[in-house]
């Protein structure tokens, strides 16, 4: 245990990897803890447990900008899923406590772990969605995360992609938006895996509002011809 602590203190005091003073919210914070991350296995899912917890249970800092919400439906899901989880770990637990109350604890404390976890993953749902700033930050609840610098948007597109390759990050609804990269983008899934996308498709509220405002600041940052 010593040791694995040891490892983990001197891996977060390595440098963040160039272009990360950028970052912001859980990007950030999953990019801080991947100087320590294992691939795979128990080790990988610790960290992720590590690096989302205070986010789950902090106060809920989203990257700054103007935000487009996302209401994938989603959120209904876990509201439900919150519910059946309280119902059912208090009924088996009386009825497991009967016959082994240690059992029964380790169950409840199982089930409230999985209650905070949902109810993290619901207030990031809600409170996270496109947030278009210095950067576009592209979050749905904490099972896609990153960003992309505004240059680096090659098209914008309305609508829903045919094309091969293309990212969907609101799978629980019709994507609405498609976005194509002039380099690939780096973002980050479940147990903070990077998966590297040359384009995303995405569903928001107000397509036609974030279209406008990506299409704008984006104009703002080229370069204005000088005189011939």
């Known amino acids: 245990m010593p040791v694995g602590l040891g490892v983990v203190v001197f891996g977060l005091t390595r440098p963040l990897p160039a272009g990360a003073a950028r970052l912001e919210g859980l990007e950030r914070r999953i990019v801080s803890w ?29 990257p700054r900008g103007t935000a487009f919400r996302s209401s994938t439906g989603a959120g209904a899901e876990f509201t439900l899923l919150i519910f059946l989880s309280v119902l059912e770990a208090v009924t088996v637990h009386f009825m497991l406590a009967s016959r082994d109350e240690r059992a029964a604890l380790v169950r409840l404390l199982v089930n409230v772990l999985g209650v905070l976890w949902c109810a993290g993953q619901l207030r990031a749902l809600r409170a996270r969605g496109v947030v278009l700033g210095e950067r576009l930050h592209l979050n749905a609840g904490l099972l896609w995360t990153g960003s992309v610098a505004l240059p680096d948007i090659a ?31 780096t973002l980050y899934g479940f147990l903070g895996r990077p998966q590297v996308a040359g384009a995303v498709s995405l569903s928001v509220d107000d397509p036609r509002a974030f279209i406008d405002a990506l299409e704008s600041a984006c104009a703002g940052l080229r370069p204005v011809p000088g005189p011939a």
Request: proline share 5%; charged share 15%; glycine share 14%.
């Open 34 to 62: 991947s100087r320590v991350t294992p691939r795979s296995g128990l080790g990988a899912w610790l960290a992720w447990e590590g690096a989302v917890w205070a986010h789950l249970l902090g106060r809920a800092r989203g």
């Open 155 to 185: 098209q914008v597109q309305a609508g829903a992609s045919g094309e091969a390759g293309v990212l969907p990050l609101h799978r629980q609804a019709r994507a609405n938006v498609t976005l194509h990269f002039a380099r690939p983008v």
